[in-house]
Protein backbone atom coordinates (compact mmCIF):
# COMPACT_ATOMS: atom_id res chain seq x y z
CA UNK A 1 0.00 0.00 0.00
CA UNK A 2 1.32 3.15 -0.92
CA UNK A 3 2.52 5.70 2.25
CA UNK A 4 0.61 8.36 1.74
CA UNK A 5 -1.03 9.00 5.57
CA UNK A 6 2.24 10.91 6.87
CA UNK A 7 5.55 12.04 6.25
CA UNK A 8 8.25 8.82 6.46
CA UNK A 9 9.54 8.99 10.03
CA UNK A 10 12.20 6.36 9.66
CA UNK A 11 14.46 5.13 6.81
CA UNK A 12 12.52 2.39 6.32
CA UNK A 13 9.67 4.57 5.51
CA UNK A 14 11.92 6.74 3.48
CA UNK A 15 13.12 3.41 1.21
CA UNK A 16 9.50 3.21 0.69
CA UNK A 17 9.17 6.64 -0.14
CA UNK A 18 12.24 6.34 -2.57
CA UNK A 19 10.86 3.48 -4.63
CA UNK A 20 7.31 5.63 -4.98
CA UNK A 21 9.61 8.65 -6.23
CA UNK A 22 11.13 5.90 -8.52
CA UNK A 23 8.11 4.21 -9.99
CA UNK A 24 6.29 7.54 -10.75
CA UNK A 25 9.56 9.05 -12.54
CA UNK A 26 9.18 5.73 -14.31
CA UNK A 27 5.55 6.53 -15.49
CA UNK A 28 6.36 9.72 -16.03
CA UNK A 29 8.79 8.71 -18.55
CA UNK A 30 6.77 6.40 -20.33
CA UNK A 31 3.46 8.21 -20.51
CA UNK A 32 2.41 5.76 -23.27
CA UNK A 33 2.15 2.60 -21.06
CA UNK A 34 -0.87 1.63 -19.95
CA UNK A 35 -2.59 0.17 -17.15
CA UNK A 36 -2.30 -3.60 -18.32
CA UNK A 37 -0.77 -6.03 -16.49
CA UNK A 38 2.55 -7.08 -17.98
CA UNK A 39 2.73 -10.64 -18.40
CA UNK A 40 3.66 -12.75 -15.36
CA UNK A 41 7.50 -12.46 -14.80
CA UNK A 42 9.51 -15.36 -14.06
CA UNK A 43 10.39 -15.40 -10.17
CA UNK A 44 14.15 -14.28 -9.18
CA UNK A 45 15.74 -17.05 -7.91
CA UNK A 46 15.14 -17.62 -4.07
CA UNK A 47 16.97 -19.92 -1.53
CA UNK A 48 14.38 -22.73 0.04
CA UNK A 49 10.78 -21.19 -1.59
CA UNK A 50 9.35 -21.40 -5.06
CA UNK A 51 10.91 -25.00 -5.18
CA UNK A 52 8.19 -26.62 -7.27
CA UNK A 53 9.48 -30.14 -6.17
CA UNK A 54 8.42 -29.27 -2.61
CA UNK A 55 6.37 -32.28 -1.32
CA UNK A 56 3.81 -30.60 1.94
CA UNK A 57 3.96 -33.11 5.13
CA UNK A 58 1.53 -34.33 7.37
CA UNK A 59 2.74 -32.18 9.62
CA UNK A 60 2.39 -29.23 7.26
CA UNK A 61 -0.22 -30.62 4.44
CA UNK A 62 -0.92 -27.41 2.59
CA UNK A 63 1.95 -25.20 0.71
CA UNK A 64 2.25 -21.21 2.13
CA UNK A 65 1.82 -19.02 -1.01
CA UNK A 66 3.46 -15.16 -0.11
CA UNK A 67 1.84 -12.27 -1.91
CA UNK A 68 3.55 -9.36 -1.64
CA UNK A 69 2.32 -5.83 -1.76
CA UNK A 70 2.48 -2.34 -3.24
CA UNK A 71 5.73 -1.87 -5.10
CA UNK A 72 7.13 -4.99 -3.64
CA UNK A 73 7.83 -8.30 -5.64
CA UNK A 74 8.38 -11.94 -4.94
CA UNK A 75 11.48 -11.83 -3.78
CA UNK A 76 12.24 -8.85 -1.62
CA UNK A 77 9.07 -8.56 0.22
CA UNK A 78 9.91 -11.92 1.90
CA UNK A 79 13.72 -12.56 2.77
CA UNK A 80 12.83 -13.44 6.11
CA UNK A 81 9.82 -14.75 5.99
CA UNK A 82 10.15 -17.39 3.16
CA UNK A 83 13.10 -18.79 4.88
CA UNK A 84 11.50 -18.63 8.39
CA UNK A 85 8.49 -20.83 7.51
CA UNK A 86 10.82 -23.00 4.95
CA UNK A 87 12.72 -23.71 8.21
CA UNK A 88 9.61 -24.98 9.75
CA UNK A 89 8.84 -27.12 7.26
CA UNK A 90 6.84 -25.87 5.04
CA UNK A 91 6.55 -25.12 1.36
CA UNK A 92 7.01 -22.10 0.24
CA UNK A 93 5.78 -20.38 -2.84
CA UNK A 94 6.07 -16.63 -4.07
CA UNK A 95 4.74 -14.34 -7.39
CA UNK A 96 4.89 -11.63 -9.11
CA UNK A 97 1.41 -9.62 -9.63
CA UNK A 98 0.41 -6.53 -10.95
CA UNK A 99 2.97 -5.59 -13.41
CA UNK A 100 3.15 -2.67 -15.29
CA UNK A 101 5.17 -2.27 -18.55
CA UNK A 102 7.95 -0.92 -18.16
CA UNK A 103 7.98 -0.43 -14.52
CA UNK A 104 10.56 -3.35 -13.14
CA UNK A 105 10.84 -4.60 -9.88
CA UNK A 106 7.83 -2.60 -8.41
CA UNK A 107 4.91 -4.30 -8.90
CA UNK A 108 1.06 -4.34 -7.19
CA UNK A 109 0.71 -1.03 -9.40
CA UNK A 110 -2.28 -2.60 -11.89
CA UNK A 111 -5.91 -3.25 -11.36
CA UNK A 112 -6.22 -5.50 -8.46
CA UNK A 113 -8.81 -7.45 -9.98
CA UNK A 114 -6.62 -8.11 -12.81
CA UNK A 115 -3.98 -9.10 -10.18
CA UNK A 116 -6.61 -11.03 -8.35
CA UNK A 117 -6.63 -12.99 -11.26
CA UNK A 118 -2.77 -13.78 -11.79
CA UNK A 119 -3.21 -15.06 -8.01
CA UNK A 120 -6.07 -17.30 -9.07
CA UNK A 121 -3.35 -18.69 -11.74
CA UNK A 122 -0.67 -19.12 -9.63
CA UNK A 123 -2.38 -20.55 -6.63
CA UNK A 124 -3.53 -23.69 -9.61
CA UNK A 125 0.07 -23.82 -10.57
CA UNK A 126 1.25 -24.60 -6.55
CA UNK A 127 -1.38 -26.93 -5.77
CA UNK A 128 -0.78 -28.64 -9.25
CA UNK A 129 2.78 -28.96 -8.10
CA UNK A 130 2.69 -30.07 -4.77
CA UNK A 131 -0.59 -32.36 -5.31
CA UNK A 132 -1.99 -30.20 -1.81
CA UNK A 133 -5.98 -29.72 -2.13
CA UNK A 134 -5.74 -26.09 -0.71
CA UNK A 135 -3.63 -23.68 -0.45
CA UNK A 136 -2.34 -21.19 2.64
CA UNK A 137 -1.99 -17.62 1.75
CA UNK A 138 0.01 -14.90 3.83
CA UNK A 139 0.21 -11.43 2.36
CA UNK A 140 1.37 -8.31 3.23
CA UNK A 141 -0.11 -4.98 2.66
CA UNK A 142 -1.95 -5.15 -0.63
CA UNK A 143 -1.25 -8.39 -0.66
CA UNK A 144 -3.63 -9.24 2.72
CA UNK A 145 -6.13 -7.52 1.30
CA UNK A 146 -6.24 -8.40 -2.21
CA UNK A 147 -6.54 -12.48 -1.85
CA UNK A 148 -9.90 -11.36 -0.52
CA UNK A 149 -11.59 -10.85 -4.06
CA UNK A 150 -9.74 -14.09 -5.26
CA UNK A 151 -11.73 -15.65 -2.36
CA UNK A 152 -15.12 -13.98 -2.89
CA UNK A 153 -15.52 -13.40 -6.79
CA UNK A 154 -13.03 -16.04 -8.64
CA UNK A 155 -14.03 -19.16 -6.64
CA UNK A 156 -10.75 -18.72 -4.67
CA UNK A 157 -12.74 -19.98 -1.56
CA UNK A 158 -12.45 -23.56 -2.99
CA UNK A 159 -9.22 -23.79 -2.98
CA UNK A 160 -7.93 -21.66 0.16
CA UNK A 161 -7.82 -22.68 4.15
CA UNK A 162 -6.74 -19.81 5.31
CA UNK A 163 -5.54 -16.21 4.48
CA UNK A 164 -3.38 -14.46 6.83
CA UNK A 165 -3.41 -10.97 6.59
CA UNK A 166 -0.08 -8.76 7.43
CA UNK A 167 -1.15 -4.84 8.27
CA UNK A 168 -3.89 -5.07 5.15
CA UNK A 169 -5.85 -2.47 3.56
CA UNK A 170 -8.85 -4.27 3.65
CA UNK A 171 -10.79 -1.50 3.67
CA UNK A 172 -8.77 0.68 1.90
CA UNK A 173 -7.02 4.33 3.41
CA UNK A 174 -7.48 8.08 2.72
CA UNK A 175 -5.46 10.12 0.55
CA UNK A 176 -4.56 12.09 2.88
CA UNK A 177 -0.81 12.56 2.83
CA UNK A 178 -0.56 11.99 -0.91
CA UNK A 179 -1.96 15.12 -1.35
CA UNK A 180 0.92 16.83 0.20
CA UNK A 181 3.40 14.51 -1.86
CA UNK A 182 1.59 15.54 -5.62
CA UNK A 183 3.36 19.25 -5.58
CA UNK A 184 7.14 17.11 -5.86
CA UNK A 185 5.64 15.27 -8.78
CA UNK A 186 4.05 17.51 -11.17
CA UNK A 187 1.58 16.22 -14.02
CA UNK A 188 1.68 13.51 -11.50
CA UNK A 189 -1.75 13.36 -10.15
CA UNK A 190 -3.96 12.42 -12.74
CA UNK A 191 -1.08 9.64 -13.70
CA UNK A 192 -2.46 7.95 -10.58
CA UNK A 193 -5.15 6.67 -11.61
CA UNK A 194 -4.43 6.92 -15.75
CA UNK A 195 -1.42 4.81 -14.99
CA UNK A 196 -1.43 3.23 -11.69
CA UNK A 197 -4.94 2.06 -11.05
CA UNK A 198 -3.85 -0.31 -8.18
CA UNK A 199 -3.22 2.61 -6.22
CA UNK A 200 -6.17 4.44 -6.44
CA UNK A 201 -8.23 1.22 -6.07
CA UNK A 202 -6.87 1.52 -2.68
CA UNK A 203 -8.32 4.38 -1.89
CA UNK A 204 -11.26 4.21 1.17
CA UNK A 205 -14.39 4.36 -0.62
CA UNK A 206 -12.81 3.89 -3.82
CA UNK A 207 -15.43 1.42 -6.67
CA UNK A 208 -12.85 -1.21 -5.87
CA UNK A 209 -13.43 -0.92 -2.22
CA UNK A 210 -17.07 -1.14 -2.35
CA UNK A 211 -17.81 -3.97 -4.35
CA UNK A 212 -14.98 -5.89 -1.93
CA UNK A 213 -16.65 -5.51 1.29
CA UNK A 214 -20.17 -5.54 -0.41
CA UNK A 215 -21.87 -8.20 1.53
CA UNK A 216 -19.62 -8.58 4.56
CA UNK A 217 -15.62 -8.99 4.87
CA UNK A 218 -15.42 -12.88 4.64
CA UNK A 219 -16.59 -16.08 2.94
CA UNK A 220 -17.18 -19.50 4.50
CA UNK A 221 -14.87 -22.17 4.89
CA UNK A 222 -11.56 -19.66 5.15
CA UNK A 223 -10.21 -19.09 8.42
CA UNK A 224 -8.81 -15.42 8.57
CA UNK A 225 -5.68 -13.74 10.36
CA UNK A 226 -5.00 -10.14 10.49
CA UNK A 227 -2.19 -8.58 12.35
CA UNK A 228 -1.58 -4.86 12.55
CA UNK A 229 0.33 -2.33 14.34
CA UNK A 230 -0.55 0.48 15.71
CA UNK A 231 2.55 2.65 14.50
CA UNK A 232 1.23 1.58 10.53
CA UNK A 233 2.05 5.04 8.94
CA UNK A 234 0.35 3.61 5.69
CA UNK A 235 -2.99 1.87 6.49
CA UNK A 236 -4.57 4.23 9.00
CA UNK A 237 -6.20 4.06 11.01
CA UNK A 238 -5.22 0.87 11.66
CA UNK A 239 -8.20 -0.52 12.78
CA UNK A 240 -9.42 -0.20 9.71
CA UNK A 241 -7.33 -3.24 8.91
CA UNK A 242 -9.66 -5.78 10.73
CA UNK A 243 -12.09 -8.25 9.61
CA UNK A 244 -15.68 -9.02 10.87
CA UNK A 245 -16.77 -12.46 10.69
CA UNK A 246 -17.28 -15.90 11.91
CA UNK A 247 -13.74 -17.12 11.59
CA UNK A 248 -11.54 -14.05 11.91
CA UNK A 249 -8.79 -13.26 14.65
CA UNK A 250 -8.00 -10.16 14.36
CA UNK A 251 -4.19 -8.96 16.36
CA UNK A 252 -2.63 -5.89 17.42
CA UNK A 253 1.14 -6.75 17.61
CA UNK A 254 1.92 -3.86 20.62
CA UNK A 255 -0.78 -6.72 22.50
CA UNK A 256 1.56 -9.47 22.07
CA UNK A 257 4.84 -7.14 22.87
CA UNK A 258 4.07 -3.67 24.09
CA UNK A 259 7.56 -2.36 22.92
CA UNK A 260 7.32 -3.48 19.21
CA UNK A 261 7.85 -0.42 17.28
CA UNK A 262 7.08 -2.08 13.92
CA UNK A 263 5.23 -0.06 11.31
CA UNK A 264 3.80 -0.60 7.95
CA UNK A 265 6.86 -2.00 6.45
CA UNK A 266 8.74 -3.52 8.89
CA UNK A 267 6.16 -5.75 10.23
CA UNK A 268 5.60 -7.89 7.49
CA UNK A 269 9.26 -7.80 6.01
CA UNK A 270 11.70 -8.35 9.52
CA UNK A 271 9.50 -8.29 12.66
CA UNK A 272 10.04 -12.01 13.86
CA UNK A 273 7.36 -11.52 16.72
CA UNK A 274 4.78 -10.80 13.67
CA UNK A 275 6.13 -13.75 12.07
CA UNK A 276 5.82 -15.97 14.97
CA UNK A 277 1.86 -15.27 14.94
CA UNK A 278 1.92 -16.31 10.94
CA UNK A 279 3.01 -19.42 12.05
CA UNK A 280 0.75 -19.84 14.96
CA UNK A 281 -2.09 -18.65 11.92
CA UNK A 282 -0.81 -21.72 10.29
CA UNK A 283 -0.71 -24.06 12.47
CA UNK A 284 -3.56 -22.95 15.54
CA UNK A 285 -3.43 -27.28 16.59
CA UNK A 286 0.46 -26.20 17.50
CA UNK A 287 0.39 -22.55 18.21
CA UNK A 288 2.81 -21.57 20.93
CA UNK A 289 2.64 -17.87 22.95
CA UNK A 290 3.57 -14.91 21.08
CA UNK A 291 5.63 -12.88 23.05
CA UNK A 292 8.61 -10.36 23.02
CA UNK A 293 10.93 -13.09 23.36
CA UNK A 294 9.74 -14.81 20.29
CA UNK A 295 11.73 -12.38 18.54
CA UNK A 296 14.31 -15.37 19.43
CA UNK A 297 12.43 -18.50 18.10
Known sequence: MLPWTRAPR???????????????????????????????????PSRGWNDYSCKPSAAHPRPVVLVHGTFGNSIDN????????????????SLDYGQLPG??????????????????????KVLGATGAPKADLVGH???GMMPNYY???????????ALVGIAPDNHGTTLLGLTRLLPYFPGI????????????????????ITKLNAGGDTVPGVRYTV???????VVTPYRTQ?????????????????????????????????????ANALDPANATPTTCASVVG
Open 78 to 93: WLVLAPYLVNRGYCVF
Open 189 to 208: EGLLTTNTPGLADQIAGSAF
Open 10 to 44: TPRARRTLAALILTLTALVAAPTATATAAPTQAAA
Open 141 to 143: SQG
Open 242 to 278: YLSGANVRNVLLQDLCPVDLSEHVAIGTVDRIAFHEV
Open 151 to 161: LKFLGGADKVN
Open 103 to 124: VPLFNGLGPIEKSAGQLDVFVD
Open 227 to 233: IATKYDE
